[in-house]
């Protein structure tokens, strides 16, 4: 029995129910053996590894700066240091993050209740039934159960409620204690950004709320503890925020990796209706159904799903005066938070837009129901308010109520709890073989990493099917990793992964050996790559040896990696993008681990061109110096990416959300060129249909009522579907109807005529449709040429399934292939049929428009501000393709130059637009695509005098520089009546040669920058001729190695290259290169063997993976190589030079091979070099401070509780004495 | 005549303070268009009237609560579309609601307008 005058027995009750039933809940994550597994709840499959993921800030298991997770360690820090201590395994640690966190919320929600209504002592019974409930509710609501997925966004929701509550407490009581209290939870809450910023506003939200309802009065003494409540949180946090303040005081924002567009906000806010986000249901990937199978439970479980928000709503109409104030607020966040929950999916979306384009830290709002998690602890409450008020009621009337409700709230999430906590997110066993292969890597001395592969586990593994596996491998690593974690790195690795499963390279260890990479792992366990035949490929490398193969995973080693921290001997400026890397790497004596590697092209780190022996060129260097102040970035005038579309942002890098592969892909373009880290415009459509389109028969094209006859349209499976006319019509008297009269395999079809159309031209489509036990229907446009060969089909429509009465539908399509004569529209259904049969669907009154009148020009206007009055150089970087036509660019709205984008060559090329004459002020630059693909950069528009000073400078940097110009057969040489090849396979430069025969012309222009003597080298098989400008030469080679012409002399300037072929029998041009020289004999490789070494490390001394003291003797300036992932935050200092000791400025790296730090070190002699990534002190410092912050908090709460029990001892004493 | 006049004017007074009538005619015409402004335009004058007129706050959310079991039914039987057009009218109906009974409470923070249970 409870005893109503002894609260904690009635709270122990609470825990222990909370408790058992969190048990039952987790019951078979708890007993089933091995690790959970999904999604982002992919951890290591030991705790020091998870720890390693939080602290330091640097990872060196994946390369990764930590600063995601550094503000975790308040949460997570003493109970990954106890579990290491007791030596509990990583899967029981993560089952009890999972069940205590469960209760936690559980409790949480209870005690918020409870201390938030303040009971007498009369009711307490009945508030801790209440709480009793709602903390149930909060348990296992449905944003509850998906939040599980995201641990510590878990946990923060798990503390919200107590955070909240003591919040309202302190702004009401004015008391000290819980200052310190919602300090400290703020601390434990920051480990999400998401919920420290949620419950911050809704904390301020409270606090205008009772300023409002108090008339602002008596607010000063509240206002103060807030204060103070804000200062010891910022205290107890210093730990994360102090390395947070430096990243970015050094111009490094440590925000996600992705690009936040209207098209991403749009997918996430999908599911966001009104009616999910109301019921908490607005899950945008739903990982398992939220609802049952059966017909009749389904509808029950539509009522009950409405159980909590009318539940919640309800409080607004039997509230207590007293828990009114409660009640509004709680009412008043839950509706401004239903609307921002559904993100886009509204009709005032412009409102979600503006927050996410305009807001600082807009990214943590790019999930919008996120939100919900909030709503549903207003919910909780609310539903608490209303519970009181049944309390009331006769026992009978309010058990029943109560079981009632329970049972509805219990039917409505129990599908979606048993799939998540009994289905997706059931341990599995990691496979043996990942620990014997971790233990064999393990067995060595020295510093070495590991590169594991493939990059990713996508479409899932063989040992965990139905799971999304995230990256188990790397995180569980016995020794150091490089992964695809950060930008730049997961940007190289995909570009090593793809050149070894395209054959492109026989040496791929070259690509690997200056990550410091000793050990490949491959684990042929990921059912998606099984048809690259990764494992033969890597059997075939030269450089790379197998080591072990237990069953699924094979160990290749790397002898010739190099160490962490390297000196190369010469140092290499490529301009180009990564391809001109693959090209470098097939010259046999060149090793890039002794070359240090740099692309111009990639960050504008002009002034390092002053330290390479050696400048790769594609254009001409100058692009690179052009001043900041001078680019116009067009990917920051545009918050799209939908190319189809419109004009829309990415990057070369290959951000989520904003990458450019997958189109290049799309067009069958090879292309691995940088974007100087500005972003980039892309789009391949030129009209886009104007948002004001009335559909009348003006327009009309076609027209189908079927009153007649079928007029045209047919079936397929006629065994089992027929099409007939039918009665039952939408409009006029007739329709057509089809039938399904067998369940089988294979979509069934109804399709429409060939309807002529061109291409490029939108068609509007309406008609309507009616189904009966229909199943998946869903409708597609088909794209024919002119002898009505098929081209292409894409999916347009998503009908319905079931039963559905007549559907007006309409929807725009624009043929998107060339040779596109016809169109076909066709309904698919019926595949594998699992509704009653017959499945029936009627179609009527089919009319198709030209929407040509209401067409729009795709255009992205940039606003541009001119400093002074005068004349200006307008240059543009745009992206020349096979696919390419026509952009259009315009000042102020006049056209300046339209620029023909078409080539036969796929790259980035600068092009001057033209000089123009501005007046200081705003001006809008027009960037419009007229035809093609096409991908624009960025502009530059430089006042003309200095762009003068620019190219004097350029000049002067090149002198004494090694000039390299690099041509590949296949990708950088003009030809006609050539074809590529890949049957050398990895032995040609890039996988592919130029097959020459007798009409084959190859020709290119090259732009020399310096003039001199110069050396070709063209690698071939056959006999060719080469003609430079009116010049001919021979080059002849059997075996296809280097053939050379020269020394030959060349003015700067523009020069003709020509080649043909020579003697009638089919050639092969694989690469040709041209070089500087001043030697008559020099070859190519000659270039890359170097004797002499600038510097060499004597000694190197890691003290953590944040801080390493390197030894140098060094004779000339050098490059210091060091293998983690390109971070600015790293950066190295001289601090003893000859012995003594100096202090010298911090060097901040650059990206070598555009993926590791380079720092470049202006010094000889012996020198003591520290390599630290600077946060960590930071660090250091803010931990010190906020563990002093934190002990007097603690002490002072201690305090605090001490004198309130004296002071009630007192009282109790005076009590009985005064009796 | 002109007690009888007088008598019909009280009666669409009357018609007129009917918050239950006229929360309905603003749900009837929320319901018949798509035109987004007239549907924020009949809400915002539905909470102009019952702020003014001092009517009773709860009931648009009364009317909320049993608008949201109709899409919960529509949902059930008919299409979400439908379930959310009208999940919207609810939201609407809430906003009013809620914004109704703040202003009440700011207006007369110590009068009780509800019925007290205990």
Same mark, same amino acid.
Request: hydrophobic share 40%; glycine share 4%; charged share 20%.
């Given at each position: 029995?409870?005893n109503s005058?002894?609260?904690?027995r009635?709270?122990l009750?609470a ?12 019951y078979?994550?708890?007993f089933?053996?091995g ?22 800030l640097?990872n060196?298991y ?10 975790r360690?308040?949460?997570r820090g003493?109970?990954?240091i ?6 509990i395994s ?7 993050m ?18 938030l209504?303040t009971?007498?002592r009369?009711?307490i019974k009945?508030?801790s039934?209440v709480?009793?409930i709602i903390?149930?509710i909060y348990?296992f ?6 939040t ?6 878990y946990?923060?929701y ?5 955070t909240?509550?003591c ?8 008391n ?8 400290f939870?703020m601390?434990l809450?920051?480990?999400?950004p998401h ?11 409270w606090?205008?709320?009772y300023?409002?309802?108090h008339k602002f009065?008596?607010?000063?003494? @509240? ?7 804000l ?8 730990f ?10 050094c ?5 996600p990796e992705y ?16 009616i999910n986000?109301f019921?908490?249901t607005d899950?945008?990937w ?7 199978e ?6 029950i479980w ?6 909590v928000p009318?539940?919640g709503f309800?409080?607004?109409l +039997?509230s207590k005066?007293k828990?009114?104030?409660y009640?509004?607020?709680f009412?008043l966040i839950?509706v401004?938070?239903?609307?921002l ?5 509204n ?5 979600? @837009?503006?927050i996410i384009s ?10 919008p129901n996120?939100?919900?998690m909030?709503?549903a602890?207003?919910?909780s ?7 009181m ?19 509805l709230?219990?039917?409505? +999430?129990?599908f979606?709890?048993?799939g ?7 341990p +599995?066993q990691i496979p ?6 971790n233990?064999?890597?393990?067995g060595y001395?020295?510093e070495?990493k590991?590169l594991?592969?493939?990059l990713?586990y996508?479409?899932?593994t063989n ?10 491998d ?7 990793t490089?992964?695809a ?5 997961k940007n190289?690795l995909n570009y ?7 054959n492109k390279?026989?040496?791929?260890n ?6 410091n990479?000793? $050990? ?13 035949n ?12 197998l ?17 962490h ?18 090209s470098i790497?097939n010259i ?5 681990s002794?070359?240090a590697?740099?692309?111009y092209d990639?960050?504008?780190y002009?002034?390092?061109?002053r330290y ?7 254009n001409?260097?100058i ?10 970035k067009p990917?920051?005038?545009t918050?799209h990416?939908d ?9 070369t890098?290959?951000p ?5 592969l997958?189109?290049f892909e799309?067009f069958?373009?090879?292309n691995r060129d940088f974007?100087y880290g500005?972003?980039?415009?892309l ?6 249909i104007?948002?004001t389109?009335n559909?009348?028969?003006k327009?009309?094209?076609?027209r189908?009522d079927?009153e ?14 027929t099409?007939?006319q ?9 329709s ?30 309406k008609? $309507? ?5 229909a199943h ?6 088909v ?10 089909a ?10 559905f009465?007549?559907?007006?539908v309409?929807f725009?399509?624009k043929?998107e292939?060339?040779?596109?004569? $016809?169109i ?9 049929t ?6 029936k ?17 795709v ?6 501000n ?18 390419g036509?026509a ?8 056209s300046?130059?339209?620029i023909?984008?078409?080539?036969q060559?796929n790259?980035f ?8 004459d501005l007046?200081?002020?705003?001006h809008k630059?027009?960037?419009t695509?007229?035809?093609?693909f ?5 502009f ?7 762009y ?12 004494g ?5 690099v041509?590949?057969?296949?990708s ?5 009546g050539?074809?590529t090849?890949?049957k ?6 890039n ?5 020459l025969n ?5 020709w ?7 003039s001199?003597?110069?050396r070709m ?5 056959g006999d060719?001729n ?5 010049n ?5 080679s059997?075996?296809t190695?280097y ?6 002399y060349?003015e700067?300037g523009?020069h003709?290259m020509?080649?043909t ?15 500087s020289t001043?030697?008559e004999?020099?070859t190519l490789d000659d270039?890359?063997? +170097?004797n002499e070494?600038?510097a ?9 993976p944040t801080l390493?003291?390197i ?6 300036p050098?490059?210091?190589?060091f293998?983690?992932?390109?971070d600015p935050?790293w ?10 000791e ?5 060097v901040?790296p650059v990206?070598?091979?555009s993926v590791i730090n380079?720092?470049?070190?202006n010094?000889?002699?012996?020198l ?8 960590q002190k930071?660090?250091?410092v803010?931990?010190a401070i906020?563990?002093?912050a ?6 002072y ?6 004198r309130?029990?004296r ?5 109790t004493?005076t009590g009985?004495k005064?009796? | 005549?002109?007690?009888l006049?007088k008598?019909?004017i ?6 007129i ?8 005619a603003?749900i009837l015409?929320?319901?018949?268009t798509?035109?987004?402004?007239l549907?924020?335009g009949?809400f915002?004058?539905?909470l ?7 009517h ?6 009364a009317?909320?609560?049993i608008m949201?079991?109709?899409?919960a039914?529509?949902?059930a ?6 379930a ?7 939201y ?15 207006k007369?923070p110590?009068?009780?307008?509800h019925h007290?249970?205990?």
């Amino acid at each position: 029995m409870i005893n109503s005058e002894r609260p904690y027995r009635v709270h122990l009750s609470a825990i222990f129910i909370i408790s058992i039933i969190s048990v039952i809940a987790c019951y078979k994550i708890i007993f089933t053996e091995g690790l959970i597994l999904y999604g982002d709840f992919t951890f290591p499959t030991s705790i020091q590894r998870f720890f390693d993921m939080h602290y330091p800030l640097w990872n060196q298991y994946g390369s990764t700066n930590s600063f995601q997770f550094i503000s975790r360690l308040a949460v997570r820090g003493i109970p990954l240091i106890l579990g290491n201590f007791l030596g509990i395994s990583a899967g029981l640690f993560y089952k009890l993050m999972v069940l205590s966190t469960m209760i936690l919320s559980g409790l949480s929600m209870y005690f918020a209740f409870f201390y938030l209504i303040t009971p007498s002592r009369s009711s307490i019974k009945k508030i801790s039934t209440v709480a009793l409930i709602i903390s149930l509710i909060y348990m296992f609501n449905f944003k509850a159960i998906q939040t599980i997925s995201w641990p510590i966004l878990y946990f923060g929701y798990a503390i919200a409620p107590i955070t909240l509550v003591c919040f309202i407490k302190l702004v009401s009581t004015s008391n000290v204690r819980y200052a310190m209290i919602v300090a400290f939870l703020m601390t434990l809450m920051a480990g999400s950004p998401h919920y420290l910023v949620f419950i911050a506003l809704l904390m301020v939200s409270w606090l205008v709320y009772y300023a409002i309802i108090h008339k602002f009065k008596n607010l000063q003494k @509240s206002m103060e503890l807030i204060f103070i409540c804000l200062i010891m949180f910022l205290l107890t946090s210093l730990f994360w925020i102090l390395p947070y303040v430096y990243a970015s005081i050094c111009g490094s924002s440590p925000a996600p990796e992705y690009v936040v567009t209207s098209e991403t906000v749009d997918m996430l806010s999908r599911n966001s209706e009104t009616i999910n986000t109301f019921r908490l249901t607005d899950i945008w990937w739903q990982h398992t159904s939220l609802t049952p199978e059966n017909k009749a439970l389904q509808n029950i479980w539509t009522f009950s799903s409405f159980i909590v928000p009318i539940l919640g709503f309800s409080s607004l109409l +039997v509230s207590k005066r007293k828990y009114w104030k409660y009640s509004m607020f709680f009412s008043l966040i839950s509706v401004i938070l239903v609307f921002l929950s559904t993100g886009t999916n509204n009709n005032l979306s412009f409102i979600y @837009s503006w927050i996410i384009s305009e807001l600082p830290f807009s990214w943590l709002f790019r999930t919008p129901n996120k939100l919900t998690m909030i709503l549903a602890m207003m919910y909780s409450f609310l539903c608490g308010i209303t519970l009181m008020y049944i309390y009331e009621n006769n026992w009978i009337k309010k058990i029943a109520t109560y079981s009632i409700l329970i049972v509805l709230f219990g039917l409505s +999430v129990s599908f979606m709890a048993s799939g998540y906590l009994y289905g997706i997110f059931t341990p +599995v066993q990691i496979p043996e073989e990942y620990y014997d292969v971790n233990n064999f890597i393990s067995g060595y001395q020295g510093e070495y990493k590991v590169l594991w592969l493939p990059l990713d586990y996508s479409k899932g593994t063989n040992w965990a099917s139905g799971k999304l596996v995230g990256p188990i491998d790397i995180l569980s690593s016995s020794i150091p990793t490089i992964a695809a974690f950060n930008i730049n790195s997961k940007n190289y690795l995909n570009y090593v992964f793809d050149t070894l499963i395209e054959n492109k390279s026989y040496a791929i260890n070259k690509s690997i050996n200056f990550l410091n990479v000793r $050990y490949i792992i491959f684990h042929d366990d990921v059912g998606s790559y099984e048809k690259y035949n990764i494992k033969e490929k890597l059997l075939t490398q030269s450089g790379i040896v197998l080591q072990e193969n237990n069953n699924f995973i094979y160990a290749f080693e790397n002898p010739a990696y190099t160490k962490h921290a390297s000196i190369p001997v010469q140092n290499i400026g490529i301009l180009g993008g990564l391809n001109k890397f693959t090209s470098i790497n097939n010259i046999e004596h060149f090793e890039p681990s002794i070359s240090a590697i740099f692309f111009y092209d990639q960050f504008d780190y002009d002034e390092y061109i002053r330290y390479f022996n050696i400048v790769i060129l594609d254009n001409p260097p100058i692009f690179s110096f052009f001043n900041n102040r001078y680019l116009i970035k067009p990917f920051d005038s545009t918050n799209h990416h939908d190319p189809k579309r419109m004009w829309s942002k990415a990057s070369t890098a290959n951000p989520l959300h904003g990458d450019i592969l997958p189109y290049f892909e799309r067009f069958g373009i090879e292309n691995r060129d940088f974007d100087y880290g500005k972003g980039l415009v892309l789009t391949w459509t030129n009209s886009i249909i104007g948002p004001t389109v009335n559909l009348n028969d003006k327009d009309l094209w076609q027209r189908y009522d079927f009153e007649s006859s079928l007029d045209g349209w047919d079936v397929n499976a006629k065994d089992i579907q027929t099409i007939s006319q039918n009665d039952e019509a939408h409009s006029g008297k007739k329709s057509i109807q089809s039938t399904l009269i067998d369940s089988k395999r294979g979509w069934k079809v109804i399709s429409s005529p060939f309807i002529p159309a061109t291409y490029s031209i939108p068609y509007g489509w309406k008609f $309507y449709v009616k189904g009966e036990n229909a199943h998946v229907v869903h409708a597609k446009m088909v794209e024919y040429d002119k002898d009505k060969k098929f081209l292409t089909a894409k999916q347009v429509l998503s009908i319905g399934s079931e039963t559905f009465d007549w559907k007006d539908v309409t929807f725009d399509y624009k043929p998107e292939d060339k040779r596109t004569q $016809y169109i076909q529209f066709q309904i698919w259904h019926g595949h594998e049929t699992t509704q009653p049969l017959p499945n029936k669907i009627w179609l009527d009154d089919v009319r198709v428009y030209d929407l040509t009148k209401y067409l729009e020009p795709v255009t992205l206007d940039m606003d541009v501000n001119i400093e002074k009055d005068g004349a200006y150089e307008l240059f543009v970087r745009y992206f020349r393709n096979k696919d390419g036509g026509a952009i259009d660019i315009a000042m102020d709205g006049q056209s300046v130059q339209k620029i023909n984008t078409y080539d036969q060559l796929n790259k980035f090329v600068w092009k001057k637009v033209n000089t123009l004459d501005l007046k200081k002020g705003k001006h809008k630059l027009t960037l419009t695509n007229l035809e093609g693909f096409n991908a624009v950069n960025i502009f530059a528009l430089i006042p003309s005098d200095e762009y003068a000073d620019m190219e004097k400078k350029t000049e002067e940097l090149l002198e004494g520089k090694r000039l390299m110009y690099v041509f590949e057969g296949e990708s950088d040489l003009y030809r006609t009546g050539a074809n590529t090849s890949k049957k050398y396979g990895g032995e040609a430069s890039n996988g592919e040669v130029l097959e020459l025969n007798r009409n084959s012309t190859i020709w290119q222009t090259v732009s020399i920058m310096r003039s001199g003597l110069y050396r070709m080298a063209l690698k071939i098989k056959g006999d060719l001729n080469v003609k430079i400008d009116d010049n001919s030469y021979k080059a002849s080679s059997n075996n296809t190695d280097y053939a050379y012409i020269g020394p030959l002399y060349f003015e700067k300037g523009d020069h003709n290259m020509e080649i043909t072929q020579r003697n009638g029998e089919v050639s092969d041009l694989d690469v040709v290169w041209l070089y500087s020289t001043d030697n008559e004999n020099e070859t190519l490789d000659d270039i890359f063997i +170097v004797n002499e070494t600038p510097a060499t490390v004597n000694e190197y001394n890691k003290h953590d993976p944040t801080l390493y003291n390197i030894k140098v003797n060094a004779k000339k300036p050098f490059m210091l190589s060091f293998a983690e992932s390109y971070d600015p935050l790293w950066y190295a200092e001289v601090t003893k030079r000859n012995g003594i000791e100096t202090k010298s400025e911090k060097v901040r790296p650059v990206p070598l091979y555009s993926v590791i730090n380079g720092f470049w070190i202006n010094q000889t002699g012996d020198l003591e070099i520290k390599i630290e990534y600077g946060p960590q002190k930071w660090f250091y410092v803010g931990a010190a401070i906020s563990l002093t912050a934190l002990l007097l908090c603690v002490i002072y709460l201690v305090y605090d509780w001490r004198r309130g029990r004296r002071k009630k001892k007192e009282t109790t004493e005076t009590g009985k004495k005064k009796q | 005549m002109e007690k009888l006049l007088k008598k019909r004017i009280n009666k669409i007074r009357a018609l007129i303070d009917m918050p239950l009538a006229y929360t309905a005619a603003a749900i009837l015409i929320a319901y018949n268009t798509d035109n987004e402004l007239l549907q924020l335009g009949t809400f915002f004058a539905l909470l102009l009237i019952i702020v003014i007129k001092k009517h009773d706050s709860r009931i648009p959310i009364a009317y909320a609560i049993i608008m949201l079991l109709i899409s919960a039914f529509q949902l059930a039987f008919q299409s979400e579309t439908v379930a959310n057009q009208t999940a919207i009218i609810v939201y609407y109906l809430l906003c009013v609601g809620v914004m109704a009974q703040f202003i009440e409470y700011i207006k007369n923070p110590e009068v009780d307008n509800h019925h007290e249970n205990e």
